[in-house]
């Protein structure tokens, strides 16, 4: 982080500086405090970190932030009207100071995996930081642009959102140069009431746009296609459906692909001319993040071979689309999150694994779905009888998937409401050779499934 002093930081956040501090760190944790740190406590729903600026005074605060007006404190500190709202105008102020360039990357499925091919991509050519881990909503993205130096040429920072006003409020702080929006699913519906509303909200990330900057769009999402001559901003689309996409991609059966320029405006890549790419993760729906990624890299001046290394350099990890042999079974482990457009794409991928063995569909519960989740958890049930050849499902929506795979015509599917049982009886069926499917919403903890089904120890 650069160094900046607390007359700055009032600046940024019109609020009131008593005293004065050089700072080149800002922690919201009171228990860990860098050198010269400012200390900005956040107030929740359940706590309110103010009470504990005494402790982190005491850990070594240079400075602190309050919106306790009539609070005095021994070290210079920064009075403003909600430290919330501050945290968000402080890092846009940071952002500004440091320069570079941001690119904003929201959606309902895939943005995660947007992300971190865009940081592949853009690390070819630049010096280029990204959202780690699920630093992406009000608090997380502002400590990422505080983590931007005069030496970072392009930030990657994703949005998280769930409820209108949250991407507007990121966004201004973000400032971004280029928008991507990924899709629009119906991932938090429950809060948001329609597809049509969650579009709303995903287009909030154009509100804060640099003036020249652009809208990068998946063109075969028809909420976002219909809407691109109204945004009031450059738009560049991509897709594989949409054969009127700016950006599209020509399937190989080898497993690569031809990124083709039908009409984007790029130095290294002219109209009419393609590339060929590949990915080290599998399906299509990852082809049409590896296009949005390509359509930043051309913007911002990449060469194909750049971009082509940068996405064949990424590699899943952890929770995401981890696919791996163990024990004699081929497992893939996507337990980060879950929707139902989430779920088609996963199982399409599980549909073309295990060779002669058999394809299990593990899936947990979405969450967030409100009116939806009968229909959305049948959805998924109907994709499981598509793709695979036993359902398991676990959780309060479990009978709804399993009645959308009889719908189907599936009759391996089964609804468990203990992961234990469901464990026991995967056991019992699965055997070497077969490829199972781990997945669902974060609160379902599918990978404490995983483990026990792998016999790895788990907590409780």
């Known amino acids: 982080m650069e ?49 504990f600026i005494g402790k982190a005074i005491e850990n070594g605060a240079a400075a602190v932030m309050s919106h306790r007006e009539n609070e005095e404190y021994p070290v210079p500190a920064l009075y ?11 890092a846009g102020g940071y952002r500004m100071m440091c320069g570079g360039k ?11 995996t947007t992300k971190e091919l865009l940081y592949a991509v853009l690390s070819q050519g630049f010096r280029a930081q990204k959202t780690e881990g699920n630093l992406n909503n009000e608090i997380g993205l502002p400590l990422t642009l505080m983590r931007m130096t005069r030496d970072t040429e392009v930030l990657v920072a994703e949005m998280g959102m769930n409820h209108f006003g949250e991407l507007s409020r990121m966004t201004a702080a973000a400032k971004p140069n280029l928008a991507v929006i990924t899709n629009i699913g119906t991932s938090h519906i429950e809060f948001l009431g329609s597809r049509e509303g969650i579009c709303k909200a995903k287009l909030e990330i154009l509100e804060g746009l640099q003036e020249g900057g652009a809208a990068v769009l ?20 991509y897709g594989i459906e949409n ?3 700016d950006l599209t991609a020509d399937l190989h059966s080898d497993g690569t692909f031809d990124i083709v320029n ?12 393609k590339f060929t790419a590949k990915l080290s993760i599998p399906g299509k729906h990852n082809v049409l993040n590896a296009l949005a990624a390509a ?5 911002l001046g990449e060469t194909p071979a750049l971009i082509a290394q940068g996405l064949v350099s990424y590699q899943a990890s952890g929770m995401r689309q981890n696919i791996y042999e163990q024990d004699g079974y081929q497992i893939y482990a996507d337990c980060y999150n879950a929707s139902p457009d989430a779920m088609e794409a996963t199982l399409s991928v599980l549909g073309g694994m295990a060779g002669d063995g058999r394809r299990f569909a593990v899936l947990g519960s979405m969450l967030e779905l409100g009116d939806y989740a ?25 009978a709804a998937m399993v009645a959308g795979a009889r719908e189907k015509g599936m009759e391996h599917a089964y609804a468990f409401d203990d992961q234990t049982a469901l464990v026991a009886a995967l056991r019992e069926d699965a055997k070497k050779g077969d490829a199972l499917l781990f997945k669902g919403s974060r609160g379902m903890r599918m990978e404490r499934a995983l483990a026990m089904f792998l016999g790895e120890e788990v907590e409780a």
Do not use: M
């Not at 941001?102 to 995660?112: D, F, L, P, R, Y």
């Not at 039908?262 to 130095?267: H, P, S």
């Open 3 to 51: 160094r900046f002093t607390l007359a700055q930081a009032a600046e940024w956040t019109k609020g009131e500086a008593r005293g004065e501090a050089a700072l080149t760190a800002v922690t919201t944790d009171s228990r860990q405090i860098p050198p010269e740190a400012l200390f900005l406590p956040i107030k929740g729903e359940r706590f309110d970190a103010h009470d």
């Open 80 to 90: 403003v009207e909600n430290t919330s709202q501050a945290l968000l105008d402080l």
């Open 102 to 112: 941001v690119v904003g990357v929201t959606g309902s499925v895939g943005k995660t």
């Open 218 to 237: 998946c063109g075969d999402e028809p909420l976002l296609w219909d809407k691109r001559e109204s945004l009031g901003c450059r738009v560049v689309t």
């Open 243 to 245: 054969s009127a996409c």
């Open 262 to 273: 039908n009409g984007l405006a790029a130095a290294h890549l002219p109209v009419g001319e």
């Open 295 to 299: 359509a930043v890299g051309l913007l």
């Open 374 to 398: 009968e229909e959305g958890h049948r959805r998924a049930g109907r994709a499981a009888a598509q793709y695979a050849d036993a359902l398991y499902a676990y959780g309060p929506d479990a």
